[in-house]
């Protein structure tokens, strides 16, 4: 199998409202960057993956007038559905199988132009969920109930999380939401759904990421600090809330222990430097650390703490994360341009000193049912 | 160096112009279920899912493979769903075919489906138009393939005629009556074609596919999963895919870029040197009756224009040198965004010599088809008996 490096990457400024963008000039625009920070032209693009969603364009295959604009023209051009973060782990199977030497994978959504809430409601079973009104903000307050009150955490502990990473995401000139709050800030933002708070919920944004993907050798080549592919990992789990343990994320679990597995990582929370988390809510980011190994069940808040005052040997979100910007479906691939940003040292204000292996997670789904993760190494 | 794939098993749900008997996950179970014990294997055996579905929107739901993954037995497994044209079922096969080629997995399910919740087919078709630019034009699928049939007609006057279209649907009809899995499977003659009404001329009611429910399901595995499942896996010896941007009047939809694109990668691939004799039997998707000889020609087993005297001297028959549409051809069964997955699956069936009774003989390589979007991509996978 090849090595496989990522060698460009860019994204948009996430911005809240529509701008003269359209969905194709958005595209455009991260991938002119991405290619020039490669130091490549759209020739030497083997294959196109694209990531957006029908719902949110509000067409059928709504993919197919953008392909120009996409860099599809005349070469194969594949949509995913979820996040680009999975299309990205199929583009390095394309490079690995030796039959590609590139790949551009470009996520991107205009959530401005979308009725709030349809997408997430649209998720949920047509027949047996949606008439009770059970969505994606429904699940995920269960969760988070069930998680509280099984852990015995504090409402404060998750506020935190919201805290912590709009402190970040203050210095990252992407991200849409760049001023910091307090914690009384979060607590007395209304709650969306009884227990998650506005402030604790992502904002949903407009944006674009594009990310390229090289062979060994033609990365190699390249003369730079490269961001090299160790390990990666797509899992899926049930659709009905419920039929797992809720306060658990099965599909975060089973995707870091294959993605470590691969990349050999036997104590992730003492040979990770980074980890950059894209999800919806802030109680998400405690499961998914929980889940990932990084601590034990129910020490999500300790474990972040830790992180916090420099004990836990890890950085997490050093972005700001997905509560700062959430351009759905690019959300996780810019957790990959950040991690890869991060181990060759390019992630400028928000470089982390001396990171070397950073894990790009992203986790979507009703109650995060599913999950995908990369493992990026200098 | 990239390891060997086989298809080890196909499976198609039952057709019908509505599948109200059951829900989306239900249907693609049938398929994947009918697939899965055609491999001899069960879903524990499955290592990974890629689901095809063109479009969330006529179905009323975003992200339906994470609905639809459970039933075929997908939960706490990776899988991914992709978003193309028509042509997505074959997009899917060529993504597991690159899942297990890279190594990543050992045996991948690709499943396909459509189920229409939105009634109004032709409503949902205009969705695909671009919104400031294209709607006022009111064009449809038929209406850009009448497009694309005038201008085939036009380049080749004389050559290619309305009858020839009419030909093309009465052999595939034909061909349908000896395919148990096909959803109309009655004979028409070339007068009842011309004399049935005109829908965007050229085309005629019955030079179109008629849409309908269903799902199809395909199995691939490695070289040595392949070989210890299957005694005659049909290899998928050459893939190729091709995008052209959407733009009506610069696509040439007479002999379409992307088409010839994508065989010339599969061909390369599959060492295919003269497509109309290395080849056995062709599946290509025609959903509209025209669509056969357009791609026959992009495809390189015709010469341009001559598809028309290739199909009149009965070259593309049941019977003939090289017989096109053996199953009877979307014509005869158009589940959509599964068409182009029957194509793959019944080119694999004609390779692994389980084709019943349209079966070719001796087919030893076998080509399957697809198209999408505004005739603009194209997917080609060439399948073969031996390594």
């Given at each position: ?343 060759t040292g390019r992630a400028d204000e928000r470089q982390v000193p001396g990171a070397r292996k950073a894990l790009a997670l992203v986790a979507t789904g009703m109650g995060i049912q599913c999950t995908g993760c990369i493992v990026v190494e200098r | 160096m990239a390891r060997r794939v ?382």
């Open positions: 199998m090849e090595n496989v490096a990522v060698v460009g990457w860019a994204q948009s400024d996430h911005r809240d409202t529509s701008t003269l963008d359209t969905r194709h000039s958005l595209v455009y625009k991260v991938i002119t960057e991405a290619l020039a920070s490669a130091g490549l032209s759209i020739q030497d693009i083997d294959i196109v993956f694209s990531t957006g969603s029908d719902v949110v364009d509000g067409g059928c295959i709504s993919g197919c007038d953008m392909v120009g604009a996409l860099g599809g023209h005349f070469r194969e051009e594949s949509r995913i559905a979820g996040d680009g973060l999975h299309a990205a782990m199929l583009a390095q199977m394309r490079i690995s199988s030796g039959f590609y030497n590139t790949a551009l994978i470009v996520a991107y959504s205009k959530n401005s132009e979308n009725m709030s809430g349809r997408k997430g409601r649209k998720m949920s079973d047509p027949f047996f969920h949606r008439p009770l009104g059970i969505d994606e903000l429904v699940v995920g307050a269960m969760q988070e109930r069930a998680y509280l009150h099984r852990y015995k955490i504090a409402p404060e502990e998750v506020a935190g999380v919201a805290v912590r990473n709009r402190k970040l995401g203050a210095g990252n000139p992407h991200a849409r939401l760049r001023d910091p709050v307090t914690l009384k800030d979060v607590l007395s933002s209304p709650e969306i759904m009884s227990p998650i708070r506005e402030m604790e919920a992502s904002p949903y944004s407009d944006g674009a990421c594009a990310v390229i993907l090289a062979e060994d050798r033609s990365a190699k080549s390249m003369g730079r600090k490269l961001a090299w592919i160790s390990g990666s990992a797509g899992i899926t789990a049930s659709f009905q809330p419920g039929s797992d343990v809720i306060t658990h994320a099965s599909s975060a679990g089973k995707a870091t222990r294959l993605a470590f597995a691969a990349a050999g990582i036997e104590d992730p929370s003492r040979e990770l430097d980074i980890i950059e988390a894209g999800y919806q809510y802030a109680y998400q980011e405690l499961m998914l650390y929980e889940a990932a190994g990084l601590c034990g069940p129910g020490e999500g808040p300790a474990f972040l703490r830790a992180v916090e005052d420099g004990s836990a040997g890890i950085e997490a979100n050093p972005s700001g994360g997905s509560l700062c910007d959430d351009p759905r479906l690019a959300t996780g691939l810019i957790r990959l341009a950040e991690a890869a940003a991060q181990v | 086989g298809v080890i098993g196909t499976g198609q749900s039952k057709y019908e112009d509505h599948r109200n008997d059951v829900n989306t996950p239900e249907l693609v179970r049938e398929a994947a279920l009918a697939a899965m014990s055609d491999a001899g294997i069960t879903p524990g055996d499955v290592d990974a899912f890629v689901i095809a579905g063109a479009s969330g929107f006529p179905e009323e739901i975003s992200f339906s493979e994470n609905w639809i993954g459970p039933a075929i037995g997908a939960s706490g497994k990776p899988l991914v769903r992709v978003h193309a044209g028509t042509n997505v079922g074959a997009n899917a096969t060529i993504s597991a075919f690159f899942q297990v080629a890279s190594g990543a997995f050992d045996v991948v399910l690709a499943a396909s489906y459509n189920q229409r919740t939105i009634e109004d087919f032709r409503f949902n078709s205009m969705d695909c138009c671009d919104p400031l630019w294209d709607l006022g034009f009111d064009y449809p699928q038929s209406t850009l393939a009448g497009l694309q049939a005038r201008f085939y007609l036009s380049r080749h006057e004389g050559k290619i005629t309305e009858e020839h279209g009419a030909m093309v649907a009465v052999k595939n009809r034909k061909n349908a009556v000896l395919n148990p899995c096909a959803h109309v499977r009655s004979e028409i003659t070339v007068e009842d074609v011309m004399n049935s009404s005109e829908v965007a001329s050229p085309i005629k009611v019955l030079d179109c596919s008629r849409v309908c429910d269903g799902a199809a399901a395909i199995v691939v595995a490695d070289e040595m999963k392949a070989r210890k499942l299957n005694p005659a896996p049909a290899w998928i010896a050459g893939v190729g895919a091709c995008s052209e941007s959407r733009s009506v009047p610069y696509v040439d939809m007479a002999y379409p870029e992307s088409c010839v694109r994508a065989a010339q990668q599969a061909y390369q691939m599959a060492w295919v040197y003269e497509p109309a004799s290395d080849l056995d039997t062709v599946e290509v998707h025609d959903t509209f009756s025209f669509q056969e000889l357009i791609w026959c020609e992009a495809l390189g087993i015709c010469e341009p224009g001559t598809a028309g005297k290739f199909l009149e001297l009965g070259g593309s028959m049941l019977d003939g040198e090289l017989p096109v549409n053996p199953s009877g051809g979307v014509i005869s069964t158009n589940p959509e965004g599964a068409s182009s997955m029957v194509r793959q699956i019944e080119a694999a069936m004609q390779v692994m010599g389980k084709a019943g009774d349209h079966q070719v003989p001796g087919v030893r390589r076998a080509l399957a088809h697809a198209w999408g979007g505004a005739i603009q991509y194209s997917v080609v996978t060439v399948f073969s008996s031996g390594l």
